[in-house]
């Protein structure tokens, strides 16, 4: 899986950036086909966290912000994992019909 960044507004720590890999490292675990992960780290007003996710003929977008990095990762990433896990099961119920 190919990872890419952007940090907008700000430079983004390495710490910071292992954090929000580490996020994305669990979607692969559970949707194996991903193609690449997109992380968009922003900040203007609040810690905007976006995830792009390219799977095959999908792609896939979770956005959240808050007062912290921290915090807007973990909740990005647990929509994130909520939209695999939907589409896996989606693509499991049409091969079972």
Known sequence: MNITFTSRHFKASQELQDLASKAAEHF???YSS????????????????????????????SKDHS????????????????QLRKLKEKQSDSRKE
């Not at 991903?34 to 390219?54: A, G, S, Y």
């Not at 007062?67 to 909520?82: N, P, T």
């Open 28 to 30: 692969e675990k559970m």
């Open 67 to 82: 007062y912290s990095f921290e915090q807007s990762i973990h909740a990005a990433s647990d929509k994130m994992i909520a």
């Open 34 to 61: 991903i193609k690449r992960t997109e992380i968009i780290l922003d900040e203007e007003h609040e810690k905007v966290v976006e995830f792009i996710v390219h799977v095959n003929h999908h792609i896939l977008s």
